[in-house]
């Protein structure tokens, strides 16, 4: 086996092949159309040789490293040796019972809890493929802006890594994740503005100072490293897809994430099948529901939601997450602050997972659809538990 079988890029919107061994992040044409406060254009997305991995697969153990191993986009060698992902995956008839009790039947509900990575989120997954594309290029920092998961993940991943985390982090960020981002030694920037502000002044920082920008999908790696879950929750079904992911959305790199590894997956003709996500939004925060559905792109006009990991005005992925969900036929529901809230305390009392409330986004969105009829009662559905409880606790429950 090869140590790594990616060969480069590919704009998703233009679809300008490109190649780079140093550091890359939009198309050099459609990423100068970009302006700070809108989604990103020019998003890259990673390929990789198929039809080799397609043959290595069929010559090796099919086992989790193995696959990981051959749509990584960078060699093993330079991950930091902390353990990340390999998250449980698991049948919940509990919560089966639970949706049933209040009408609504879905025989065969998943959890897939990402909340148990070190940071507490699906976020360390991103990190960690950015710490080791940084220590592959030799770089002696890498730099983010995050309301949060990001942030935590990256003080966490740069520590394991011994290298320095630079984190531009906007007012309102939840103490919690400030408090994971100071215990880690990452240097923490508080911008005195929103995140685009925040945003904006980390590509400051590197165009001035150098480093890797870890910012959410504005470097290809950071769905790369999203990517695994799907590959994960393909091992750990028995090489099966199942028939819908719920993952709850901000800025939609996720929900990318998630189905690039199963695109990957299906390129590489290890499966035929691609799942469909359903994409679960705050109502004030419907960016990227509010675009699939109209097809016209407006920000959200105020996000003002408990959920805060998914409270985005401009998400960045918003282009490639709209073009996906045509293409694997997902659909994409709003929930209220009321029902994430109600959805947090089922989750935790029916299955003993204590999410985050964005996290709890997806039970939300779950029983949406189940009522609307767009999930039927046979079909495989795994519920992406996003982030850990403890980083936003309401202490006056
Ligand atoms: C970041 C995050 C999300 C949303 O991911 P996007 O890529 O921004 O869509 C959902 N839940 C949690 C806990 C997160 O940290
Ligand atoms: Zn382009």
Same mark, same amino acid.
């Given at each position: 086996?090869?140590?790594?079988?990616?060969?480069?890029?590919? @704009?998703?919107? @233009?679809?300008?092949?490109?190649?780079?061994? $140093?550091?890359?992040?939009? @198309?050099?044409?459609?990423?100068?159309?970009? /302006?700070?406060?809108?989604?990103?254009?020019?998003?890259?997305?990673?390929?990789?040789?198929? =039809?080799?991995?397609?043959?290595?697969?069929? /010559?090796?153990?099919?086992?989790? #490293?193995?696959?990981?191993?051959?749509?990584?986009?960078?060699?093993?060698?330079?991950?930091?040796?902390?353990?990340? $992902?390999?998250?449980?995956?698991?049948?919940?008839?509990?919560?089966?019972?639970?949706?049933?009790? !209040?009408?609504?039947?879905?025989?065969?509900?998943?959890?897939?809890?990402?909340?148990?990575?070190?940071? &507490?989120?699906?976020? %360390?997954?991103?990190?960690?493929?950015?710490?080791?594309?940084?220590?592959?290029?030799?770089?002696?920092?890498?730099?983010?802006?995050?309301?949060?998961?990001?942030?935590?993940?990256?003080?966490?991943? *740069?520590?394991?890594? $011994?290298?320095?985390?630079?984190?531009?982090?906007?007012? &309102?960020?939840?103490?919690?994740?400030?408090?994971?981002?100071?215990?880690?030694?990452?240097?923490?920037? !508080?911008?005195?503005?929103?995140? %685009? +502000? *925040?945003?904006?002044?980390?590509?400051?920082?590197?165009?001035?100072?150098?480093?890797?920008?870890?910012?959410?999908?504005?470097?290809?790696?950071?769905?790369?490293?999203?990517?695994?879950?799907?590959?994960?929750?393909?091992?750990?079904?028995?090489? /099966?897809?199942?028939?819908?992911?719920?993952?709850?959305? &901000? =800025?939609?790199?996720?929900?990318?994430?998630?189905?690039?590894?199963?695109?990957?997956?299906?390129?590489?003709?290890?499966?035929? +099948?691609?799942?469909?996500?359903?994409?679960?939004?705050?109502? #004030?925060?419907? *960016?990227?529901?509010?675009?699939?559905?109209?097809?016209?792109?407006?920000?959200?006009?105020?996000?003002?939601?408990?959920? =805060?990991?998914?409270?985005?005005?401009?998400?960045?992925?918003?282009?490639?997450?709209?073009?996906?969900?045509?293409?694997?036929?997902?659909? &994409?529901?709003?929930?209220? %602050?009321?029902?994430?809230?109600?959805?947090?305390?089922?989750?935790?009392?029916?299955?003993?997972?204590?999410?985050?409330?964005?996290?709890?986004?997806?039970? *939300?969105?779950?029983?949406?659809?189940?009522?609307?009829?767009?999930?039927?009662?046979?079909?495989?559905?795994?519920?992406?538990?996003?982030?850990?409880?403890?980083?936003?606790?309401?202490?006056?429950?």
């Amino acid at each position: 086996m090869k140590d790594t079988y990616f060969t480069g890029y590919k @704009c998703i919107d @233009c679809g300008k092949t490109m190649h780079s061994t $140093g550091i890359i992040y939009l @198309c050099d044409i459609c990423g100068k159309k970009y /302006k700070v406060g809108e989604p990103l254009i020019g998003v890259l997305e990673a390929y990789y040789d198929y =039809d080799k991995i397609g043959e290595e697969w069929e /010559k090796c153990d099919k086992n989790l #490293s193995n696959l990981l191993q051959l749509f990584s986009p960078v060699a093993v060698e330079y991950f930091p040796e902390i353990p990340v $992902g390999n998250t449980p995956f698991y049948q919940s008839l509990r919560l089966s019972s639970f949706l049933q009790n !209040k009408g609504m039947n879905l025989e065969s509900v998943w959890i897939k809890n990402d909340a148990l990575n070190p940071s &507490g989120s699906l976020k %360390d997954r991103a990190s960690y493929t950015m710490t080791a594309e940084a220590k592959k290029l030799g770089v002696d920092k890498i730099v983010t802006a995050s309301t949060g998961n990001a942030a935590s993940a990256l003080a966490a991943m *740069a520590a394991a890594a $011994g290298i320095k985390a630079v984190i531009f982090v906007p007012a &309102g960020a939840p103490p919690a994740k400030i408090a994971q981002i100071k215990i880690h030694g990452a240097e923490l920037i !508080k911008v005195d503005g929103d995140y %685009d +502000k *925040a945003f904006a002044q980390s590509l400051e920082y590197t165009a001035k100072h150098g480093g890797l920008n870890r910012n959410t999908a504005y470097h290809p790696f950071t769905i790369e490293g999203k990517k695994t879950v799907s590959l994960e929750i393909f091992i750990q079904n028995n090489y /099966k897809v199942p028939e819908w992911i719920v993952v709850p959305v &901000g =800025d939609g790199v996720i929900l990318t994430g998630v189905y690039k590894g199963f695109a990957d997956l299906k390129r590489a003709g290890i499966t035929d +099948k691609m799942p469909r996500l359903l994409a679960v939004q705050a109502d #004030s925060s419907d *960016a990227i529901v509010n675009y699939w559905e109209s097809n016209k792109y407006r920000n959200a006009i105020k996000p003002d939601t408990i959920a =805060d990991s998914i409270s985005v005005s401009a998400p960045s992925n918003a282009r490639w997450a709209r073009k996906l969900m045509i293409e694997t036929n997902s659909k &994409g529901v709003l929930v209220t %602050d009321e029902e994430i809230m109600t959805a947090q305390k089922e989750l935790a009392q029916t299955t003993g997972v204590f999410a985050e409330p964005a996290a709890s986004a997806s039970l *939300a969105g779950l029983k949406t659809a189940l009522k609307n009829g767009i999930i039927q009662p046979t079909e495989q559905t795994v519920l992406l538990i996003t982030g850990h409880g403890l980083k936003a606790v309401n202490f006056n429950l």
